[in-house]
C-alpha cells in the first residue's frame, strides 16, 4: 500500500517551457513509454497488437495500450494497433458513434497524463483504490498522450453505449481475457478526432 510500489508520475513530465507555439494544442510530446503501461502478464512492454498479433512497432499510426485497475491490481490489459481500434470504434452503431462523440466533446478535458481524470475533474488520489483505466496512446517506443479515466466516468460511457455495441466489446473481451467480468467501456480515441 506503499507509493512507492507506484509510478504514476511517469504520466506527468517536466512541464518544460515550449519553443514553438501554443496554436498546435496538441503537439505530441513524446515520452518514454511508462512501466504501469508495460505488460503486467508478460513483464515487458507490449509488443504485439492484442487483436489482430501484429508486431505494434510496425505500425506508423501508433497504437494504444489500454489498462484497467483495481486499486493496485491489473484486472484487464491490451494494446490495439490503430486499425484495430479504428475497427473496434467503427463497429459501433451510429447512435453510438453519435453519442460517444457528444459525450466526448462535453465532457473532454483540456488534461493529459494519469493525474486528472480525463473526463470529470477527479484526481488520481481520490479513485486510486477503485477502478480506474489508464490509456496511453503510443508510437514505437514511445508514448505520445496518456489519460486517466475514473470508474465514475466509465460507467457512464458504458450508459451511453447501446447494447449492440457493447457486446463488440464484450466480444472482445472474453475472446482475449476469458473469465474477466464484462462491465466495460470503449475508451473512445481521443481528443475527439470524430466528425460529425
Ligand atoms: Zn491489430
Ligand atoms: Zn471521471
Same mark, same amino acid.
Given at each position: +500500500?506503499?507509493? /512507492? %510500489?507506484? *509510478?504514476?508520475?511517469?504520466?506527468?513530465?517536466?512541464?518544460?517551457?515550449?519553443?514553438?507555439?501554443? &496554436?498546435?494544442? /496538441?503537439?505530441?510530446?513524446?515520452?518514454?513509454?511508462?512501466?504501469?503501461? @508495460?505488460?503486467?502478464?508478460?513483464?515487458?512492454?507490449?509488443?504485439?497488437?492484442?487483436?489482430?498479433?501484429?508486431?505494434?512497432?510496425?505500425?506508423?499510426?501508433?497504437?494504444? #495500450?489500454?489498462? *484497467?485497475?483495481?486499486?493496485?491490481?491489473? #484486472?484487464?490489459?491490451?494494446?490495439?494497433?490503430?486499425?484495430? $481500434?479504428?475497427?473496434?470504434?467503427?463497429?459501433?452503431?451510429?447512435?453510438?458513434?453519435?453519442? $460517444?462523440?457528444?459525450?466526448?466533446?462535453?465532457?473532454?478535458?483540456?488534461?493529459?497524463?494519469?493525474?486528472?481524470?480525463?473526463?470529470?475533474?477527479?484526481?488520481? &488520489?481520490?479513485?486510486?483504490? /477503485?477502478?480506474?483505466? $489508464?490509456?496511453?496512446?503510443? @508510437?514505437? %517506443?514511445? +508514448?505520445?498522450?496518456?489519460?486517466?479515466?475514473?470508474?465514475?466516468?466509465?460507467?457512464?460511457?458504458?450508459?451511453?453505449?447501446?447494447?449492440?455495441?457493447?457486446?463488440?466489446?464484450?466480444?472482445?473481451?472474453?475472446?482475449?481475457?476469458?473469465?474477466?467480468?464484462?462491465?466495460?467501456?470503449?475508451?473512445?480515441?481521443?481528443?475527439?478526432?470524430?466528425?460529425?
Amino acid at each position: +500500500m506503499s507509493e /512507492e %510500489d507506484t *509510478n504514476f508520475e511517469a504520466g506527468e513530465g517536466p512541464e518544460e517551457p515550449t519553443n514553438h507555439s501554443q &496554436d498546435d494544442q /496538441e503537439a505530441p510530446q513524446r515520452e518514454p513509454i511508462p512501466s504501469v503501461l @508495460h505488460s503486467f502478464y508478460e513483464d515487458r512492454p507490449f509488443v504485439s497488437c492484442t487483436r489482430c498479433g501484429e508486431s505494434l512497432e510496425h505500425f506508423e499510426e501508433g497504437y494504444r #495500450i489500454s489498462k *484497467n485497475f483495481k486499486g493496485e491490481e491489473v #484486472i484487464v490489459e491490451y494494446a490495439l494497433c490503430m486499425p484495430c $481500434l479504428n475497427a473496434m470504434l467503427d463497429e459501433a452503431s451510429e447512435e453510438s458513434k453519435q453519442r $460517444l462523440a457528444e459525450f466526448q466533446n462535453e465532457r473532454y478535458r483540456d488534461v493529459s497524463g494519469f493525474n486528472d481524470c480525463a473526463l470529470c475533474d477527479k484526481q488520481f &488520489d481520490e479513485v486510486k483504490d /477503485e477502478e480506474y483505466g $489508464l490509456v496511453g496512446v503510443c @508510437h514505437g %517506443d514511445d +508514448m505520445v498522450d496518456s489519460a486517466m479515466i475514473c470508474f465514475g466516468c466509465m460507467e457512464d460511457m458504458s450508459e451511453i453505449m447501446s447494447e449492440e455495441t457493447r457486446r463488440t466489446w464484450d466480444k472482445f473481451r472474453e475472446e482475449n481475457f476469458p473469465g474477466v467480468p464484462s462491465d466495460f467501456e470503449p475508451f473512445p480515441s481521443r481528443p475527439a478526432p470524430v466528425t460529425l
